[in-house]
């Protein structure tokens, strides 16, 4: 993964619900998110609006919602790809050192080429350790996330296709604002 990549898979805002779900249980406040991004020389546009609401019960639960769009627009069958998503977080311990967190996500594609349209469902875990007030880094975090455990679409021509199953691992590492 690229650097972005790896700090979006262990952060804490609305715009990180799809890399690592646990990570929205460090949100503190209402975040709202947008991104875009044209890639490949505009082949595939990237469209990601994102929100995350953390409710004060006491427990830490952080909730959100995003929709994911991917655009092939070079493709010959005009293909693009929808994921809506719910997203819910929350720590495990007190003093915030595990989390874990999830999507559900509704999936569609669609495309001009005959059957190759449908829709179906996603599903996310993730689980972050966050070490704090550590000799010489202001603190370490650890992910990981189990990404479309149970993702299937099925297509209008009756064909069901499996999501590929994905296990990411990740850790970083944020220095103090002064090391001596």
């Known amino acids: 993964p ?10 804490d805002d609305s715009a990180d619900a799809y890399s690592n779900p646990a990570g929205l249980a460090l949100a503190d406040s209402l975040d709202v998110s947008y991104e ?16 995350a609401v953390p409710i004060p019960v006491g427990w830490g639960i952080t909730v959100g919602a995003s929709q994911e769009s991917r655009e092939f627009t070079d493709s010959p069958s005009h293909l693009r790809e929808e994921a809506d998503a719910i997203s819910g977080a929350m720590p495990l311990t007190r003093g ?5 967190g999830g999507n559900l996500r509704l999936l569609k594609v669609t495309s001009n080429m005959k059957g190759v349209s449908g829709q179906g469902f996603g599903g996310d875990a993730g689980f972050l350790l966050r070490l704090q007030r550590i000799p010489y880094a ?3 975090r650890f992910g990981v996330v189990f990404q479309d455990f149970d993702g299937r679409v099925k297509e209008k021509n009756g064909v069901t296709q499996s999501l590929a199953r994905t296990i990411r691992l990740a850790a970083a590492g ?3 604002d002064r090391l001596v």
């Open 2 to 11: 690229t650097l972005d990549e790896l700090n979006s898979f262990l952060a």
């Open 36 to 51: 875009w991004a044209e890639i490949a020389n505009g082949t595939i546009r990237h469209s990601y609006p994102a929100i």
């Open 96 to 100: 915030g050192l595990f989390y874990a």
């Open 138 to 140: 202001r603190e370490l």
């Open 174 to 176: 944020y220095p103090h």
